[in-house]
């Protein structure tokens, strides 16, 4: 509630990345009480009173406490300060698990050990069927693996190598992806018609499209706007601005209904022969809006050099298995009017081009000649134009006269003859570049990132014009960048628990120590995602942060441990081995609760936070079971010893 509270003083609101913070802090938020409740009974149980057994249980594992949540907050902290988009789009995220861990910590080190002083008693800590279980794990199947490691170190970092180094190689076969499409049974249908087309026309496609969507019996009801884009009925679609052009329809499918491509495909081939206007069908997609999934941007200056070449551009994302709504901007051009002036005959009879274009413009648009102020001392403009009702036509040229320098009214067509002229609808610029742009959305579940390869491998081998050039947007740039500050992210959030951890165990070996959990938890990630077939998304790489400082946990709490053991004097192997004895409860309770917290959103948050869920607990899961072998054997190979006795030399 205290998280939730500061949440909402923050001005974010209970949304989608909110509530997902909650959830990954639901696993962590009780790990701080685990193990304070878990060394407050192990004190209870070596006979101290209730009282002296919480100040002495919280006392001993405070700092491990301290570090292990500020080592998980720092993971969070930097994904708070991403500045793209993206950025915007999750920064609910961290700051809601920020909030609720540092809540988490003040409690179970000030209400934690009050509430176990007065309701922890020796009879409540009889041993239940699971904890038996767990001691007799530990007792034969642990103690004997640990026996195995502490006496053969090297072969087992050994191991732990090639385990690692093989679980890179399922990177490629995971694939990459930025947000996945969402799973609604929804998708928007939208319609554009040539420029100039009034309301009427544009609403008899509508109908047409109407008629074939009332004929399937899939479809729940559709709505359409005309002249504009339907309200904002998904978070990261944008209404379009009011045109005539322009209209969308919404469509519903019924509740037992799945939107599978099968469906799409049919009525995006019904609707590519309909003449006279463009009707795209498109998917609703997680995350923050782009463009389209597949952007080509082509950069030159010649207009009718990048028309030319965007057209063999178009071809080539057509070609590309997987592509759908292929869009070309300068495939649709607009038709102007103009003028061609006789330079000649206009200079023959004395006639300034100026004047030409003053007559011209005040004939059709209009020349302010004067003002007139009414009663109120409102000013209007007397304007002088041709007597034209509705729309100019080309008859009106007719009337027009032009005055030559001796005063003679000459009639227009006598000085120039109309022509037509296709020009683009648009000039975009990028970068101070002219530039056109080709856009397209991927079929179904299709890797973006595959179809992406395959269109740039033809786009290196075409033959470029000297001055102009490609460059990619879509998705894939919205995730370099957004992967790059991700991978920012990261390198600030190692860089952050190093230091805290340097505070800690004043050693810049232990860290190291430490840290050999992140990549123990990238094998089972990696895994997890292989296993359940999920691409390494946005949000697996959201996760991945969130694990950097998570796994770290449970390495600070057993080497923490080991150092108290051996500066009170026991042996270094002693100490390695009821370090890890003592630790292991409250390391798998800790990983269980984060693992249960997160499977409901893992399992039923749908194609956005599954690879996330995933991410986390197969790198969890992996860290925990590994971490607490090989933990303490890099911690016997790298730690020098505090002091040197006959008996741990003889051991």
Do not use: C
């Amino acid at each position: 509630m205290i998280g939730i509270g500061f949440t909402d003083l923050t001005g974010y609101g209970l949304q989608q990345m909110t509530i997902a913070g909650l959830v990954i802090a639901l696993g962590l938020l009780v790990d701080n009480a685990i193990v304070v409740i878990e060394n407050i009974s192990r004190f209870i149980k070596m006979g101290y009173d209730a009282k002296e057994a919480a100040v002495r249980g919280t006392n001993q594992i405070a700092w491990a406490v301290v570090s292990s949540t500020a080592t998980t907050v720092l993971a969070f902290v930097p994904m708070m300060l991403m500045k793209n988009i993206t950025g915007d789009f999750i920064r609910s995220m961290p700051l809601t698990v920020v909030y609720t861990l540092t809540a988490s910590l003040f409690i179970s080190l000030t209400l934690t050990p009050y509430l176990s002083s007065k309701f922890i008693r020796i009879k409540t800590t009889t041993k239940n069927p699971i904890r038996n279980f767990l001691d007799h794990f530990i007792e034969t199947k642990y103690r004997s693996s640990l026996d195995f490691a502490l006496i053969h170190p090297k072969l087992v970092v050994a191991i732990a190598l090639v385990v690692f180094t093989a679980s890179l190689s399922l990177f490629p076969l995971i694939g990459v992806s930025f947000f996945p499409k969402a799973e609604k049974p929804q998708f928007v249908i939208n319609i554009n018609t040539p420029k100039g087309t009034n309301l009427d026309k544009t609403d008899k496609v509508v109908r047409y499209v109407e008629s074939v969507l009332a004929k399937q019996d899939e479809i729940k009801n559709f709505a359409a706007n005309i002249g504009h884009g339907n309200p904002r009925i998904y978070y990261n679609v944008i209404p379009a601005k009011t045109r005539s052009t322009n209209a969308q329809i919404f469509v519903e499918l019924k509740t037992n209904s799945k939107l599978n491509a099968a469906f799409i495909d049919n009525l995006r081939k019904t609707f590519a022969d309909y003449a006279g206007a463009k009707i795209k069908v498109k998917e609703f997609e997680q995350g923050p809006p782009v463009d389209a999934p597949i952007v080509i941007r082509v950069l030159g200056e010649n207009l009718d050099v990048l028309k030319r070449i965007a057209r063999d551009v178009e071809e080539i994302v057509n070609s590309a298995q997987g592509t759908v709504n292929v869009i070309n901007p300068l495939r649709t051009a607009k038709a102007d009017l103009r003028l061609k002036i006789d330079r000649d005959k206009a200079g023959m009879l004395g006639v300034p081009l100026a004047e030409i274009d003053r007559t011209v413009r005040t004939a059709l648009a209009g020349w302010p000649i004067s003002k007139y102020r009414d009663a109120e001392g409102k000013e209007y403009n007397i304007v002088v134009r041709l007597p034209i009702r509705d729309k100019p036509h080309l008859t009106d040229l007719d009337k027009i006269y032009v005055s030559s320098l001796t005063g003679a009214q000459i009639p227009l067509n006598q000085l120039a003859s109309l022509e037509f002229k296709s020009t683009p609808l648009i000039i975009e610029h990028f970068n101070m570049e002219r530039y056109v742009m080709i856009t397209a959305d991927v079929h179904g579940k299709t890797s973006v990132d595959i179809v992406m390869q395959k269109i740039i491998k033809k786009l290196d081998r075409y033959q470029w014009p000297k001055g102009y050039r490609y460059a990619v947007g879509g998705e894939l740039e919205a995730r370099e960048e957004s992967f790059g500050g991700m991978a920012k992210a990261i390198i600030i959030a190692v860089i952050g628990i190093f230091a805290v951890l340097v505070l800690q165990f004043r050693s810049y070996s232990q860290p190291f120590i430490v840290f050999s959990a992140i990549p123990l938890a990238l094998i089972g990630s990696l895994l997890a995602l292989f296993i359940t077939g999920y691409h390494f998304s946005f949000t697996a790489f959201v996760g991945l942060t969130s694990l950097v400082g998570i796994v770290v946990n449970n390495s600070i709490i057993l080497v923490d441990y080991t150092n108290q053991l051996r500066s009170d004097g026991k042996p270094l192997i002693p100490a390695l081995k009821e370090a890890g004895e003592a630790r292991f409860v409250p390391i798998i309770l800790t990983t269980l609760t984060t693992v249960g917290g997160l499977l409901p959103l893992t399992l039923i948050g749908g194609t956005l936070f599954a690879p996330m869920g995933w991410t986390i607990i197969g790198g969890l899961l992996a860290s925990t079971f590994l971490t607490l072998i090989i933990v303490p054997v890099l911690y016997k190979l790298f730690t020098r010893p505090l002091h040197v006795n006959v008996t741990e030399t003889n051991k």
